[in-house]
């Protein structure tokens, strides 16, 4: 498709030094990141001439908020839920740096992204670079005359992704008119079967009720008490309210999703469906959001108190209660022109968004004919990972039945929580009991902890998603065991209190347990294995500053040395004692 002509005759000329972003004369919006912009700007330039993986190289760039939401590459999951297809046209408003035009024109056959200005526009086509099939137009779209611009096109889907609540603040109109006329601007811009997709706050968000900042000016329960301004603010809306203007505009259907966190940084998107009011899919939930961290974007006013509340114990109460739609951080919308026929079957999706790219997949929670199942794919398909210490084993799609149950993690946590150390440690020997007695028949033993254990309801213990990693060798219950308290290292100093040092607790618990531990190296070769996880696979905090690129790729070598001078130090100490 050529746009050139039109884009002329509405006097867009082509940027010198561009191939495909286009500029006019018409004014643009005063919206900016600050300097950060052309560091992003730096970044994308590179893109095309190193030879890393863009989402791999991209990660290794974060050391802020700003350069987390630019090259994030769970930026992009908001749209995994929607189905496009291949000859699909799709118009972005509101573009920004192109991360979402990157995962647009590798699944549709055009995109147009319109950004309202210069400093992030000029990075949609550097960071695509290796595409053709888009066009970048820098304006400020409530100025430009949209109908006439595509008069004789249609889309096939616009895209409002964090863009809706900024109109009012940007428009000569009320907050209300100024919604109104870009939500029927895209009705009339769309085929017969178009959609409009909407991501954006919601103003009784769960984290805005429990004290977060709102987003867009770090004002405190300014949604909640309704406190925007009917002109030149920001506006975001109830579900009941966005519903409401969208259908004002002539939109047929409106379909919601519930992304986790939030739209920005999705790990977790959950479609409304009648599943909701469930009581498996409810648990299935409670499973997936136990562990869920919510930003507070502004770092400057966290409050203390508010790091202290756990997050996922709240939503488990939301959930039974099911008020989730009604209280959910983000809404993700997607507004029907006309009814479609073909309904989407998947519930819920869940990404590894705790991992680097490479090592990251996707779960898709489906329902056919009552039954729900799962599709686990991934997110990078190069086999080549090299040989380490710890090893994706496979790559391949997987289709399965879900395991239905509470995560045996959420229930030690919860235990934990509520300070019954009497029913842990019944717990605590039923796993251990169910590891004596089913160990050796796992090929696989890295994820043979209470992450990837279901409790049923009739208390029998089922594993899943165990095959993910290979390291050479099968892991001892002793390391087992020691694999998940490092991860949990509160719960082992509730059970023992006054027992002085990580690792003389864990032998503490050995004991009572009757669990051998042929040396106490078993323990360092979790070390080991843990240091270089957080190192090489796992990624890192954006509030805090990262490492190298080059330092990221340790070898084993480096990381035993790094384990073995903590081991020195600690069998040091413990001679002294004996020979004083």
């Known amino acids: 498709m050529n746009n050139t002509d039109s884009f002329r005759l509405n006097s867009f000329v082509l940027q010198s030094g561009f191939k495909r972003t286009y500029i006019s004369s018409i004014d643009k919006i005063d919206y900016s990141d600050g300097q950060v912009e052309d560091e992003i700007f730096t970044v994308l330039c590179d893109l095309e001439d190193c030879n890393v993986e863009k989402h791999e190289y991209l990660e290794d760039q974060i050391k802020d908020w700003p350069t987390k939401y630019h090259f994030g590459w769970e930026r992009q999951n908001i749209l995994s839920t929607i189905k496009f297809d291949e000859n699909d046209k799709v118009l972005e408003l509101g573009a920004g740096t192109g991360v979402l035009?990157?995962?647009?024109?590798?699944?549709?056959?055009?995109?147009?992204?319109?950004?309202?200005?210069?400093?992030?526009?000029?990075?949609?086509?550097?960071?695509?670079?290796?595409?053709?099939?888009?066009?970048?137009?820098?304006?400020?779209?409530?100025?430009?005359?949209?109908?006439?611009?595509?008069?004789?096109?249609?889309?096939?889907?616009?895209?409002?992704?964090?863009?809706?609540?900024?109109?009012?603040?940007?428009?000569?109109?009320?907050?209300?008119?100024?919604?109104?006329?870009?939500?029927?601007?895209?009705?009339?811009?769309?085929?017969?079967?178009?959609?409009?997709?909407?991501?954006?706050?919601?103003?009784?968000?769960l984290k805005y009720l429990m004290g977060w900042d709102e987003d867009h000016n770090g004002q405190k329960f300014y949604s909640v008490e309704s406190k925007y301004k009917t002109r030149n603010d920001f506006a975001t809306f109830s579900k009941n309210e966005i519903e409401r203007e969208i259908k004002k505009a002539n939109f047929q259907v409106v379909n919601f999703s519930y992304p986790f966190p939030d739209y920005k940084l999705p790990s977790l998107i959950i479609n409304e469906s009648e599943n909701l009011k469930n009581k498996e899919f409810k648990e299935l939930l409670k499973n997936l959001l136990y562990e869920i961290k919510v930003p507070n974007y502004d770092l400057k006013h966290t409050?203390?108190?508010?790091?202290?509340?756990?997050?996922?114990?709240?939503?488990?109460?939301?959930?039974?209660?099911?008020?989730?739609?009604?209280?959910?951080?983000?809404?993700?919308?997607?507004?029907?022109?006309?009814?479609?026929?073909?309904?989407?079957?998947?519930?819920?999706?869940?990404?590894?968004?705790?991992?680097?790219?490479?090592?990251?997949?996707?779960?898709?929670?489906?329902?056919?004919?009552?039954?729900?199942?799962?599709?686990?794919?991934?997110?990078?398909?190069?086999?080549?990972?090299?040989?380490?210490?710890?090893?994706?084993?496979?790559?391949?799609?997987?289709?399965?039945?879900?395991?239905?149950?509470?995560?045996?993690?959420?229930?030690?946590?919860?235990?934990?929580?509520?300070?019954?150390?009497?029913?842990?440690?019944?717990?605590?020997?039923?796993?251990?009991?169910?590891?004596?007695?089913?160990?050796?028949?796992?090929?696989?033993?890295?994820?043979?902890?209470?992450?990837?254990?279901?409790?049923?309801?009739?208390?029998i213990i089922t594993m899943i998603d165990v095959d993910e990693w290979e390291m050479g060798k099968k892991l001892s219950i002793a390391q087992l065991l020691y694999r998940y308290f490092i991860l949990n290292k509160e719960h082992l100093v509730w059970?023992?209190?006054?027992?002085?040092?990580?690792?003389?607790?864990?032998?503490?618990?050995?004991?009572?347990?009757?669990?051998?531990?042929?040396?106490?190296?078993?323990?360092?070769?979790?070390?080991?294995?843990?240091h270089y996880s957080q190192i090489a696979i796992m990624r890192k905090p954006y509030s805090t500053s990262l490492i190298s690129p080059t330092a990221k790729e340790i070898t084993l070598k480096q990381t035993v040395k790094l384990v073995l001078k903590k081991t020195y130090a600690v069998f040091k100490r413990r001679v002294y004692k004996i020979l004083k």
């Open 101 to 205: 035009t990157d995962f647009l024109v590798k699944n549709v056959e055009y995109v147009c992204s319109i950004e309202g200005t210069f400093s992030r526009g000029r990075c949609i086509e550097k960071r695509c670079f290796d595409s053709t099939n888009f066009d970048v137009i820098i304006a400020n779209f409530l100025e430009v005359d949209l109908n006439s611009l595509f008069s004789n096109f249609k889309f096939d889907k616009i895209l409002l992704i964090g863009v809706l609540e900024y109109i009012p603040k940007y428009s000569n109109l009320s907050s209300e008119e100024a919604i109104q006329k870009i939500l029927n601007t895209c009705n009339q811009l769309l085929s017969e079967n178009g959609e409009l997709i909407i991501a954006i706050e919601n103003k009784l968000g």
């Open 303 to 459: 409050i203390h108190d508010l790091n202290q509340i756990k997050f996922g114990r709240v939503l488990s109460n939301i959930i039974d209660e099911e008020i989730l739609p009604s209280i959910s951080n983000s809404f993700l919308i997607v507004a029907e022109k006309n009814p479609k026929q073909i309904k989407n079957n998947i519930l819920a999706v869940y990404f590894s968004a705790q991992r680097r790219y490479k090592f990251a997949n996707k779960i898709l929670f489906k329902s056919q004919f009552q039954n729900m199942f799962i599709e686990k794919s991934w997110l990078y398909t190069d086999q080549d990972q090299g040989k380490n210490i710890l090893n994706l084993n496979c790559r391949k799609d997987i289709i399965q039945d879900c395991v239905l149950g509470i995560s045996l993690h959420v229930k030690f946590d919860n235990l934990y929580y509520i300070n019954d150390e009497v029913a842990y440690k019944v717990l605590l020997n039923k796993w251990i009991q169910f590891l004596k007695t089913n160990l050796n028949g796992f090929e696989f033993t890295f994820d043979i902890v209470p992450f990837n254990a279901i409790l049923s309801e009739n208390d």
């Open 495 to 530: 059970l023992y209190p006054n027992i002085i040092g990580f690792e003389n607790k864990m032998l503490e618990l050995l004991e009572d347990y009757q669990i051998n531990l042929i040396n106490i190296s078993e323990f360092h070769e979790i070390d080991i294995l843990h």
